[in-house]
């Protein structure tokens, strides 16, 4: 299960493969935005519980948007069926979730401005995570091996564990063609690729940026 701030607890030592991990923080996220309704109805707004809220969910966004591009991607071009366009859109979808949080940053908490920009990064995560359910991640689980999706399941649980907030992370936008070009210089031809859910991709470079 997931904390109130996204942190794994209480799977007594086994993580679920790295879908179900994506969809646990898609429900998270959406119960959130949820309760960020809830304080923008109040009369007055409380804006420091409003800071409260957004300030862990917003970083989560970000990181839970490098968590995917770093470990699901990467693997879902060695497998997916239509690969490319979905990694395509989906680091665009990322870039405008990014363009409404940092803008969102910009401006004061609970002021006009600060809202409509969340509102933008909603959208954008709203639509990436419909597209994202009903392809990447059912595409994923129906081609990659459960112990290649397990595998990655440990390492997603393990970056967000340890990126609580995006201090020294890189979350500028990426070009979606350029990511594909780099990730697929380093997969093996699809003849050559293991079907037993081996790790080694030599894409490491895209770790740790």
Do not use: C
Request: glycine share 8%; charged share 30%; hydrophobic share 35%.
């Amino acid at each position: 299960m997931r904390l109130r701030d996204g942190s794994l607890s209480g799977y007594g030592g086994v993580v679920p493969d790295i879908t179900r991990l994506i969809l646990q923080d898609h429900t998270w996220f959406r119960w959130q935005f949820a309760a960020l309704d809830d304080l923008q109805a109040r009369n007055p707004v409380d804006v420091e519980a409003v800071r409260a809220l957004w300030d862990p969910l917003s970083a989560r966004l970000d990181l839970h948007a490098i968590a995917e591009e770093q470990i699901f991607y990467p693997r879902l071009l060695e497998f997916g069926e239509d690969p490319e366009a979905e990694t395509l859109d989906a680091i665009s979808d990322h870039n405008d979730i990014r363009d409404g949080l940092h803008d969102a940053a910009r401006h004061p908490v609970a002021t006009q401005q600060w809202w409509d920009a969340v509102r933008r990064a909603r959208v954008a995560n709203d639509e990436h995570m419909g597209e994202e359910e009903n392809e990447g991640l059912a595409d994923f689980r129906l081609r990659a091996p459960p112990a290649l999706r397990e595998s990655l399941g440990a390492q997603f649980a393990e970056y967000l564990d340890q990126h609580r907030t995006t201090q020294g992370v890189d979350t500028s936008d990426k070009d979606p063609e350029g990511y594909v070009r780099e990730v697929e210089r380093g997969l093996q031809p699809r003849q050559d690729r293991p079907t037993d859910g081996g790790t080694s991709l030599g894409i490491g470079s895209l770790k740790g940026r």
